[in-house]
Nanobody, 122 residues
């Protein structure tokens, strides 16, 4: 079973940067893609960025395009977040799926981390 653990969240000011990490452990042989989702207060969980397992294809929600970068190596998946805005405040979740389909569809992801809080003050 795939296990995920996020880290790197924190409290920053608008315009600052953060780098989130998601350590991936155990039985990753069938993972097809990984993604970051976020859940802001009083909102549902939403797709932020995704990457295929080979690292050759990425996808971003429009609101973070050009500011966030998703990447991976053999140990972890990362989300580099630059020029943070107050609207980026949320709990960020790492997710993995063994299923092929639309990378943005939350229901396709069968493994989730516990989340890490990102708070951006204005």
């Amino acid at each position: 079973q795939v296990q995920l653990r996020e880290s790197g969240g924190g409290l920053v000011q608008a315009g600052d940067s953060l780098r989130l990490s998601c350590v991936v452990s155990k039985f990753t042989v069938n993972v097809s893609r990984m993604a970051w989702f976020r859940q802001a207060p009083w909102r549902g969980r939403a797709f932020v960025a995704g990457i295929n397992w080979s690292g050759t294809s990425t996808d971003y929600v429009d609101s973070v395009q050009g500011r966030f970068t998703i990447s991976r190596d053999n140990a972890a998946v990362y989300l580099q977040m630059n020029n943070l805005e107050p609207d980026d405040t949320a709990i960020y979740y790492c997710a993995a799926t063994t299923v092929f389909g639309d990378i943005r569809i939350m229901d396709l992801y069968n493994y989730w981390g516990q989340g890490t809080q990102v708070t951006v003050s204005s």
